[in-house]
């Protein structure tokens, strides 16, 4: 509307257009950002991005299928594994992000917040409770790499997938002599993936046909346009390659918006092979790539925009490119190699990609009575709890009383105190009925919100009553967090994104 039709506008009229301005739609759940920590977009001056499960998102079972897959060739052409291998199938339910292998015993574990094991898998065969408590709670874990796998990032679950898979086939077979070690067994799968990574076995069949493993987000080229049109310079740092790194963006954001006819155009600096997490904390130079098929060239002094740079480190990014600090959000997928590790080495803010968020909160929104009524069970059995304590309490001073009294039994304070021990003790009885019927609810209820979310380890974020490992890292280590970066279109460049309030539990208690 022009200045001259507003200035017409009648007082009515003008308060009608400012009411319909105003108006705006609720945000879709699943296209929120979350926050752990205040942060001011309008302090932010540089915004970096990961590339893999960040702008570029992966269609999850497609590129799943294809890591597995390639890892079972690998293990039986490369290792001497039996042909019979080739049969197994991938089951992505088997793993979700923040388990933990076991490589001495062939387990798969998830932890809660404190490091309490809540479940322990051996194969597709769930652990019972008092070997769980015998293996893992009589002494303190010790989650040395020797010992123990993290399954952190999202490219991760193939190779746990398979880990858990294999272990059971060779279960299977029996004899010592049949089957590798467990520990041999995941090192041969790790070893495979990271071959089929690095030698162009997954990447070429991706390269060849991206739309067939990339999502293609509608919204991103107009996010970054957003971004930059507000002042924010961008950086792309990826451990992924030139060639690899050219095909995904190309086909993600070459002339998606008129002013943008190349990928390259949305961003400051373009830094590749970065080798995350080790970039954080070593002093390798950085390299500038001349051409894609050329050797680096050293000593680079100067970061120029539409040329590529590889390697490199935080610090000389930092002095090189002019900023640090907290002006710098990063924008990351994995919790060590872009978020743990650039807030322990770096000021900077972080942000952290998420792609499984949307399903969890389709599973909130789907079981929102049952989440109410876990909540509410949870508060009744804490206050069941009391009142059985206080009848306890209650019943041991009569009994000190009876006991203290040299009265005859039908003596009517002995009578008024036999009433009242009978009493007590019908009402404890009544309350220890009562939760144990809640503890039974409790529990079913509990079961069903699991098996909605994943039939072998339950909710990402939930271990029980607790956050799991993997919520309590994104909690500690993510600003922000969400399951996409165009989500960030929703929000003003301005955004001052506030955390809510962090409560103690007497704080709660109020």
């Avoid at 001056?45 to 890591?67: Q, R, W």
């Avoid at 789907?366 to 059995?381: K, P, V």
Wanted: positive net charge.
């Amino acid at each position: 509307m022009n200045r001259r039709r507003l200035l017409e506008l009648g007082r009515g009229d003008l308060r009608e257009l400012l009411e319909r301005t105003v108006e705006v739609a609720p945000l879709d759940p699943r296209r929120k950002v979350f926050v752990n920590r205040n942060l001011r977009l309008d302090k932010i001056e540089v915004i970096g991005f990961d590339l893999d499960y960040t702008i570029a998102i992966y269609k999850k079972l497609k590129i799943e299928e294809l890591a597995f897959r390639a890892t079972v060739e690998k293990l039986v052409s490369e290792k001497g594994y039996p042909e019979a291998i080739r049969g197994v199938r991938y089951e992505p339910d088997r793993v979700i992000r923040g388990l933990v292998c076991d490589k001495r015993r062939g387990n798969i574990i998830k932890m809660d917040r404190h490091g309490h094991v809540g479940r322990v898998f051996h194969g597709s065969r769930e652990i019972p409770k008092e070997e769980r408590i015998r293996l893992y709670r009589t002494r303190k874990m010790e989650l040395d790499p020797s010992g123990y796998a993290f399954v952190d990032t999202l490219f991760g679950l193939p190779e746990a997938c398979l880990y858990s898979q294999l272990v059971e086939f060779f279960d299977a077979l029996g004899g010592e002599s049949r089957r590798p070690s467990y520990r041999t067994l995941y090192q041969d799968i790790r070893e495979s993936i990271d071959k089929a990574h690095a030698d162009g076995t997954i990447k070429s069949v991706i390269r060849a046909a991206p739309s067939e493993y990339i999502e293609r987000d509608e919204e991103l080229a107009q996010t970054l346009h957003r971004f930059r049109s507000s002042g924010k310079r961008l950086f792309l740092l990826t451990n992924s390659h030139w060639d690899y790194t050219d095909v995904l963006l190309k086909y993600l954001l070459d002339n998606r918006l008129e002013g943008y006819p190349s990928w390259r155009n949305y961003f400051d600096i373009v830094i590749v092979a970065a080798q995350k997490p080790a970039f954080f904390v070593r002093r390798t130079p950085f390299s500038r790539l001349q051409e894609p098929t050329s050797p680096p060239e050293e000593a680079v002094v100067s970061f120029e925009k539409g040329k590529v740079y590889c390697g490199g480190n935080l610090r000389d990014l930092e002095r090189i490119g002019r900023f640090g600090g907290e002006r710098v959000l990063y924008i990351g997928d994995h919790i060590y190699g872009d978020i743990l590790r650039s807030k322990k080495s770096s000021l900077w803010r972080t942000a952290m990609i998420v792609p499984e968020l949307e399903d969890v909160i389709s599973h909130e929104e789907r079981e929102a009575a049952d989440i109410a009524r876990f909540a509410a069970l949870e508060d009744e059995m804490q206050r069941l709890d009391y009142e059985i304590n206080y009848y306890k309490l209650l019943l041991s001073s009569l009994a000190r009383l009876r006991d203290s009294r040299r009265e005859a039994p039908e003596s009517q304070e002995n009578v008024a105190i036999a009433r009242a021990t009978r009493g007590a003790r019908d009402a404890l009885d009544r309350l220890k009925a009562k939760l144990r019927t809640m503890v039974a609810e409790h529990r079913d209820v509990e079961t069903h919100l699991d098996r909605g979310a994943n039939p072998y380890w339950g909710r990402l974020f939930v271990e029980g009553s607790e956050a799991s490992r993997f919520g309590k890292q994104v909690e500690d280590y993510a600003c922000l967090y969400t399951s996409r970066v165009s989500n960030f279109l929703y929000y003003s460049p301005t955004q001052y994104f506030r955390s809510p309030p962090r409560l103690m539990p007497h704080e709660r208690a109020r």
